[in-house]
T-cell receptor, first 111, second 114 residues
Framework: DAKTTQPNSMESNEEEPVHLPCNHSTISGTDYIHWYRQLPSQGPEYVIHGLTSNVNNRMASLAIAEDRKSSTLILHRATLRDAAVYYCILLGIQGAQKLVFGQGTRLTINP | DTEVTQTPKHLVMGMTNKKSLKCEQHMGHRAMYWYKQKAKKPPELMFVYSYEKLSINESVPSRFSPECPNSSLLNLHLHALQPEDSALYLC?????????????FGSGTQLSVL
């Protein structure tokens, strides 16, 4: 399985944008880039995913590098409720069957 | 309804007990998953069911026995567990098993083995 590398932790302030990086230098052409987050005492929650183009939804934006070896999850205006562990995951053709979590980034939001 | 419901929320069992964890979804999803999560660690994939058939077993010990009686229901039968099996057990579902599908997770069952 292609691996991802994320910083262990990041800190930001409320109402400011947050950019969460993910490196995936061994990504294959058919791997989707998925982001999930896990709030305290809850199961993981889908955030966003993409293949080649940048993606936006109501929760976040996903910026994918042209060579696809890295991506960035963007929270446009962080709130205290965005404090969570964020996981960047690659999914191949077999898809959701092999959703394997890495260590993730623990995001702290300061009021 | 975009919910995955897991019961019970908490379970305490002895090493000689037999218990079951239950997971239910009514989204018409055809893929269902069990994950195990130890404290401060990421979830680890245990089993995957696709169209009610077991498609992936990540070398899980036989004291964990999954069952998918129908497309909406997933069980995890527990027998002769060890204290190190204490963890949060998460269930998830997805429409299908494709790379562009997203998973919906339940809130988990917190299991303590004494």
């Amino acid at each position: 399985d292609a691996k991802t590398t994320q910083p262990n932790s990041m800190e930001s302030n409320e109402e400011e944008p947050v950019h969460l990086p993910c490196n995936h230098s061994t990504i294959s052409g058919t791997d989707y880039i998925h982001w999930y987050r896990q709030l305290p005492s809850q199961g993981p929650e889908y955030v966003i995913h993409g293949l080649t183009s940048n993606v936006n939804n109501r929760m976040a934006s996903l910026a994918i590098a042209e060579d696809r070896k890295s991506s960035t999850l963007i929270l446009h205006r962080a709130t205290l409720r965005d404090a969570a562990v964020y996981y960047c995951i690659l999914l191949g053709i077999q898809g959701a069957q092999k959703l394997v979590f890495g260590q993730g980034t623990r995001l702290t939001i300061n009021p | 309804d975009t919910e995955v419901t897991q019961t019970p929320k908490h379970l305490v069992m002895g090493m000689t007990n037999k218990k079951s964890l239950k997971c239910e979804q009514h989204m018409g999803h055809r893929a269902m998953y069990w994950y195990k999560q130890k404290a401060k660690k990421p979830p680890e994939l245990m089993f995957v069911y696709s169209y009610e058939k077991l498609s992936i077993n990540e070398s899980v010990p036989s004291r964990f026995s999954p069952e998918c009686p129908n497309s909406s229901l997933l069980n995890l039968h527990l027998h002769a567990l060890q204290p190190e099996d204490s963890a949060l057990y998460l269930c998830a579902s997805s429409q299908d098993a494709q790379g562009d599908e997203k998973l919906f997770f339940g809130s988990g069952t917190q299991l303590s083995v004494l």
